[in-house]
C-alpha cells in the first residue's frame, strides 16, 4: 500500500508487530530534532532505513493525528500597540499551540487577525472566545472553525 491508499484503523499498539512502534519512534525523533538524518533516526531505534521509509508514510500515532483540535480565530483588533503581542500570550496562558497568524493593514484604526491554533483545552471554545474578548483592545473574537 502506499499510504494514500485503504482505509484508516486504530490498533493497539501492544498487537502490533515491533517495527511499527520503531518507526514511529524514528519519526518522532526525525521532527523533533533529537536525530538529524533518518539514518541517525534507524540506528538509534535499531530498525534498517528501508523498513523505516516502507511504513513511515502509513503509520502515525493517534494523538498526534487525531486527539489535538485545530481552532481558527478571528479577532478584531484595535490599532495599538502591544494588542496582537497580548493576544499571543492569552494563548500561551490557555494552553493553545499557535500553529498560523495572520494580520491585515488596519482600517480604520482597527485590523483583522487570524489564528489557527491547536487546543484541546477542557473548557472548550466557548471559554477561549470570552477569556480573549477580555484582553485590552480587542474589539471583536469569533471561532470561525473547530468548533
Given at each position: 500500500?502506499?499510504?494514500?491508499?485503504?482505509?484508516?484503523?486504530?490498533?493497539?499498539?501492544?498487537?502490533?508487530?515491533?517495527?511499527?512502534s520503531k518507526v514511529?519512534?524514528?519519526?518522532?525523533?526525525?521532527?523533533?530534532?533529537e536525530a538529524a538524518?533518518?539514518?541517525?533516526?534507524?540506528?538509534?531505534?535499531?530498525?534498517?532505513?528501508?523498513?523505516?521509509?516502507?511504513?513511515?508514510?502509513?503509520?502515525?500515532?493517534?494523538?498526534?493525528?487525531?486527539?489535538?483540535?485545530?481552532?481558527?480565530?478571528?479577532?478584531?483588533?484595535?490599532?495599538?500597540?502591544?494588542?496582537?503581542s497580548s493576544i499571543?500570550?492569552?494563548?500561551?496562558?490557555?494552553?493553545?499551540?499557535?500553529?498560523?497568524?495572520?494580520?491585515?493593514?488596519?482600517?480604520?484604526?482597527?485590523?483583522?487577525?487570524?489564528?489557527?491554533?491547536?487546543?484541546?483545552?477542557?473548557?472548550?471554545?466557548?471559554?477561549?472566545?470570552?477569556?480573549?474578548?477580555?484582553?485590552?483592545?480587542?474589539?471583536?473574537?469569533?471561532?470561525?472553525?473547530?468548533?
Amino acid at each position: 500500500m502506499d499510504g494514500k491508499s485503504g482505509k484508516l484503523v486504530i490498533v493497539n499498539d501492544s498487537v502490533l508487530p515491533e517495527i511499527i512502534s520503531k518507526v514511529l519512534k524514528a519519526k518522532k525523533m526525525r521532527a523533533s530534532g533529537e536525530a538529524a538524518t533518518s539514518a541517525e533516526a534507524c540506528r538509534a531505534v535499531g530498525i534498517s532505513r528501508s523498513a523505516y521509509y516502507k511504513y513511515k508514510d502509513s503509520v502515525f500515532s493517534y494523538d498526534e493525528q487525531f486527539t489535538n483540535r485545530i481552532i481558527s480565530i478571528y479577532c478584531l483588533l484595535k490599532d495599538e500597540k502591544g494588542v496582537l503581542s497580548s493576544i499571543i500570550s492569552k494563548l500561551y496562558e490557555l494552553g493553545a499551540n499557535i500553529l498560523t497568524i495572520n494580520q491585515n493593514i488596519p482600517i480604520d484604526s482597527v485590523a483583522t487577525v487570524t489564528v489557527s491554533v491547536r487546543y484541546d483545552g477542557g473548557e472548550g471554545t466557548a471559554s477561549l472566545k470570552s477569556e480573549l474578548a477580555k484582553v485590552g483592545g480587542v474589539v471583536d473574537v469569533k471561532i470561525i472553525s473547530g468548533e
